[in-house]
C-alpha cells in the first residue's frame, strides 16, 4: 500500500509501552495456560464420572468457556487507524494535526492562513488541515479517477469534484495569532466567504451569509491553540464546532462549497495545499 505523501514535517509518535505490553502478554499466556489446565482436569474428569453425574462436567465446561481467549473479541483485534498514526506538523508553524479525524476522515493537507496587516506585513493567523473521509473519496471518486497516477490527476479537476461531491469534509483551523478575537473572525469571513457566494450562488445570498457568521458570537473566547471545524457532513450540511463544541449548522451546498473554496479552490489560502492535493488523494483512490 503506498504511503500519503505530505509536504510538510512528521511528529515523532513515542515508541511502544513495553510494560504495558509485557502484561499484556503475561495474562494473554496465563489465561492460556489455566484454561490448557482446566482442559485437562475435565477431561479426567469426565472419564471418570459415569452419566448420572453430569454436575461436575458441567461446571469443567463453564470454566473452560470462561478462561479460554475470545479471539471475536474486540481486545484481541487490531488499533484503530487513528490510534496508529502519527500527527502531522504544519512546517511554516509548528501546529500538530491528528493524520486522521472522527475515526475515517484523511488529513489531505495542511497549510497557512496569513493576513496582511496595513500592507505593511503579514501575520500569521491560524493553521488548517483539510481532511476528507476515505469511504467517501472511494465511493464518489474512484470510479472516475481510480486508476489514474498522480500526474494524470494533477491534470484533471478531481478538487473540483471532491467539493462539489457529497463526501464528509472537515477543515480544521487551529489559531496560531495570540489577540485574535471571534469579531476579527466573523468579520474575515463575511468577506471571503461572502465573496464566494457571490462567486458560486450570485448576490441574493445575504442571509445565508449573515445565518452562517452570526454563529461567532462576540462571548466566545479564541485564544492561541482554540480550533475551529468546518464540517460538511453528508446531506450538505455544514457543522461548525469551536473548541469541540458546536455553535451551529446549516444545509446548504452552496454554502459548503463556498467554504472548501477558500482552502482548496482555485485561489486557496495556502496554494501549497492545493498542489499537493492530488498527491495525497492518490493512495486512497488506489487502494
Request: aromatic share 8%; proline share 4%; net charge neutral.
Amino acid at each position: 500500500m503506498v504511503s500519503l505523501r505530505f509536504p510538510f514535517s512528521f511528529s515523532q509518535s513515542r515508541p511502544p509501552n513495553s510494560t504495558a505490553t509485557s502484561r499484556f502478554c503475561s495474562v494473554t499466556v496465563c489465561s492460556a495456560a489455566v484454561a490448557a489446565g482446566v482442559g485437562a482436569v475435565a477431561a479426567g474428569v469426565s472419564l471418570s464420572q459415569n452419566n448420572t453425574k453430569p454436575f461436575l462436567q458441567n461446571t469443567f465446561d463453564f470454566l473452560i468457556n470462561k478462561l479460554t481467549p475470545n479471539y471475536n473479541d474486540p481486545v484481541w483485534g487490531s488499533l484503530s487507524l487513528a490510534a496508529t498514526r502519527p500527527d502531522i506538523t504544519e512546517s511554516k508553524t509548528g501546529v500538530s494535526f491528528p493524520a486522521v479525524l472522527n475515526d475515517s476522515q484523511q488529513l489531505l493537507g495542511a497549510g497557512l492562513r496569513k493576513k496582511s496587516v496595513m500592507g505593511l506585513k503579514n501575520i500569521n493567523v491560524y493553521a488548517f488541515g483539510v481532511y476528507a473521509d476515505e469511504s467517501d473519496i472511494k465511493k464518489c471518486l474512484s470510479e472516475k479517477y481510480g486508476k489514474l497516477s498522480v500526474s494524470q490527476l494533477k491534470e484533471k479537476d478531481v478538487n473540483e469534484d471532491l467539493m462539489e461531491s457529497d463526501v464528509c469534509m472537515t477543515v480544521r483551523l487551529q489559531i496560531v495569532y495570540g489577540r485574535l478575537s471571534i469579531r476579527s473572525v466573523r468579520n474575515a469571513f463575511e468577506e471571503s466567504v461572502g465573496d464566494r457566494l457571490q462567486k458560486f450562488g450570485g448576490p441574493d445570498n445575504k442571509e445565508l451569509l449573515q445565518s452562517f457568521t452570526s454563529q461567532f458570537k462576540d462571548d466566545i473566547k479564541i485564544p492561541r491553540g482554540s480550533t475551529i471545524d468546518l464540517s460538511k457532513e453528508r446531506g450538505y450540511v455544514l457543522r461548525t464546532k469551536i473548541d469541540g463544541k458546536e455553535v451551529g449548522s446549516i444545509q446548504s451546498k452552496l454554502l459548503c462549497r463556498s467554504i472548501l473554496d477558500l482552502y482548496i479552490g482555485d485561489a486557496p489560502f495556502d496554494q501549497e495545499v492545493r498542489d499537493n492535493l492530488e498527491s495525497n488523494l492518490a493512495p486512497l483512490l488506489n487502494e
